[in-house]
């Protein structure tokens, strides 16, 4: 039933493609806008990714394996643009240089605000790589360069391509940052054409060819992976590595570290603080109510998000099967999906079966929780697997219901797990745009629709304070993920 409920935007691509019919569709997508369109999408993916790769796998092996000074702030300098949204760091280029627009605007904004996708499982990585297999490289003759791109960046393979996959899907996904900077795409198509004629053909079909190429991507990834392992058997050698000394190279190094950390966070942050200070009237009675309806919302995305999560996590852990992965598959399959297929999904679905839940509350969380569930999904696996079900066994022979032990024994267990995928998923309902933009009720403005209704009327005082409150929301979860992906205080 859940796993239905989640493939909801597979089917409504489906049906739409088939409700159209051949000749209808064809005449819709086959088309010099949709081929500009497509142009325009596809040159961002294949510019942008690469690049994100470049620098997040560069940023991570100067801070984990060289002696960069400074590294340690740098290394959380790297992760800090997670915490401005990419609609947030558009506005604050926008504002800096209102020249700045068009493919390269577009890569240049995109790239520093998702190139951290990247450089954190390449981060953690590295970090769990053995030192003497490079050592023992280097022992043999071989080259610095030679080492990293013989011995590390092949150990690298599976993180830099999870990164790349996801930071793929955000470039697809991405409606603000874009439409900011007058960058036509898919998603930003889709939007101004649903305004234009509501849950019409033209945003279908223009959604169905967005879905495609999600399952293009999905499908390049998991071929790119292959079936390689790279596990090793033990902790392997416990000293730490040795730090490869820049030498005259150091100060290059730090003066292209600070630019990427000034360009990709104290540019957007710098044009936020300037309009926060220009002179103009704070509405709070526009902000409180905002920031209310922000947290009720995202918190109960966040809990439904849980509840949903645990049957799939349970299933997986405790009872390991084909039909359990295609379960879990399925979550991840409909996740993978830009948030305007959801929305369109969840307005197609709630019109047809049930007009009353259209624009509510509800249809906002249900959008929350079909694109953010992996984010719930993923910690409660892995804090799920580490409970020993010896304990509830325990438990049951001293006279304890099954129940009663799992309220008494796993639940207390798992709640640093709930804990976290919680906070990811609520941060990330917070900073959710387009699906908010057309699922929310008639007179709900969350911090980020806000956001967007000032700056996209240009009034960017007015837009400040709603971007430093999403800057702000976003900095636990951030801390989160670093702490995640390092696992320790750098050494």
């Given at each position: 039933m859940l796993a239905a409920g989640a493939l909801v935007p597979i089917g409504y691509v489906v049906q739409a493609a088939f409700a159209m019919g051949w000749d209808e569709l064809s005449a819709l997508v086959f088309r010099p806008k949709v081929g500009e369109l497509l142009v325009n999408t596809v040159l961002l993916v294949v510019i942008g990714v690469p690049a994100s790769v470049v620098l997040g796998v560069g940023a991570a092996w100067l801070v984990e394996r060289t002696a960069l000074p400074a590294r340690r702030l740098f290394a959380v300098g790297f992760v800090a643009p997670l915490a401005i949204p990419a609609f947030v760091a558009s506005y604050g280029w926008a504002s800096a240089i209102p020249s700045i627009s068009g493919l390269w605007g577009g890569v240049l904004v995109a790239v520093l605000a998702y190139f951290p996708l990247v450089y954190l499982p390449a981060l953690a990585a590295i970090r769990g790589l053995d030192p003497a297999l490079e050592e023992s490289a280097r022992a043999l003759g071989m080259g610095s360069w030679g080492v990293f791109a013989r011995v590390v960046l092949p150990q690298l393979r599976l993180a830099v391509l999870?990164?790349?996959?996801?930071?793929?899907?955000?470039?697809?996904?991405?409606?603000?940052?874009?439409?900011?900077?007058?960058?036509?795409?898919?998603?930003?198509?889709?939007?101004?054409?649903?305004?234009?004629?509501f849950a019409g053909p033209n945003a279908a079909a223009l959604g169905l060819v967005l879905a495609l190429l999600c399952l293009v991507l999905l499908a390049a990834e998991s071929l790119a992976r292959g079936r390689a392992r790279y596990a090793r058997v033990g902790s392997g050698s416990p000293h730490p590595p040795a730090r490869l000394p820049l030498g005259r190279l150091a100060p290059l190094a730090v003066i292209a570290a600070a630019a990427i950390v000034v360009s990709a966070t104290v540019v957007p942050l710098a044009s936020v603080v300037r309009w926060l200070f220009t002179p103009a009237v704070l509405d709070l009675a526009a902000l409180v109510p905002a920031t209310v309806q922000t947290l009720v919302l995202s918190i109960g995305g966040a809990v439904c998000a849980i509840l949903v999560a645990l049957p799939f996590a349970w299933l997986a852990v405790r009872y390991p099967s084909r039909l359990a992965r295609m379960l879990e598959g399925a979550a991840y399959l409909a996740s993978s999906l830009p948030a305007i297929i959801v929305a369109l999904a969840l307005v197609a679905t709630t019109l047809a079966f049930a007009p009353a839940l259209y624009q509510t509350a509800f249809t906002v969380i249900v959008a929350y929780v079909v694109i953010f569930l992996p984010r719930a999904l993923v910690p409660l696996r892995a804090g799920l697997s580490q409970v020993p079900e010896s304990l509830e066994e325990a438990a049951r022979s001293l006279g304890v219901a099954p129940w009663a032990a799992r309220l008494r024994v796993t639940a207390p267990m798992l709640v640093p797990a709930v804990a976290a995928g919680g906070a990811l998923v609520a941060l990330g309902a917070a900073n959710e745009l387009t699906?908010?933009?057309?699922?929310?009720?008639?007179?709900?403005?969350?911090?980020?629709?806000?956001?967007?209704?000032?700056?996209?009327?240009?009034?960017?005082?007015?837009?400040?304070?709603?971007?430093?409150?999403?800057?702000?929301?976003?900095?636990?979860?951030?801390?989160?993920?670093?702490?995640?992906?390092?696992?320790?205080?750098?050494?």
């Open positions: 999870g990164g790349a996959l996801v930071v793929a899907l955000h470039l697809l996904a991405e409606y603000g940052a874009f439409a900011f900077l007058r960058f036509d795409t898919f998603t930003t198509a889709i939007v101004v054409a649903y305004q234009a004629t699906a908010t933009l057309l699922l929310a009720p008639t007179g709900t403005r969350t911090v980020a629709t806000s956001f967007w209704s000032a700056a996209s009327s240009l009034d960017y005082p007015a837009a400040a304070p709603y971007a430093v409150l999403l800057v702000l929301l976003s900095v636990p979860a951030v801390a989160l993920m670093f702490a995640h992906a390092t696992g320790r205080s750098l050494r």
